[in-house]
């Protein structure tokens, strides 16, 4: 099993920067991509970034440019670099990682912005 707990949400302004983390834990050998991905309200989930094991990484077309997914693996933790926030950015985040046929989920965490 593999365990992650999101942190690093809140309110921010249009124009803003947050970093979200994502702590992963439990069996994390043979984990082969980590990613981060997004509800809006009355929305369905979408992929915003993923890093596999060789460390190449995919950004949805919104975010290019403007968020940034890194992984630090002695402390087994996966990075969301957001700037440049907008107004669309609102949403939950969520924390995956894909281990062998298996995609964990992290509980989330909220990003509000204002505009």
């Known amino acids: 099993q593999v365990q992650l707990v999101e942190s690093g949400g809140g309110l921010v302004q249009a124009g803003g920067s947050l970093r979200l983390s994502c702590r992963v834990s439990g069996s994390t050998s043979s984990i082969t991509a980590n990613g981060w991905s997004r509800q809006a309200p009355g929305k369905q989930r979408e992929l915003v970034a993923s890093?596999?094991?060789?460390?190449?990484?995919i950004y949805a077309d919104s975010v290019k440019g403007r968020f940034t997914i890194s992984r630090d693996s002695a402390k087994n933790t996966v990075y969301l670099q957001m700037n440049s926030l907008k107004s669309e950015d609102t949403a939950v985040y969520y924390c995956n990682a894909r281990r062998y046929a298996a995609n964990y989920w992290g509980k989330g965490t909220l990003v509000t912005v204002s505009s």
């Open positions: 890093i596999n094991s060789a460390g190449s990484t």
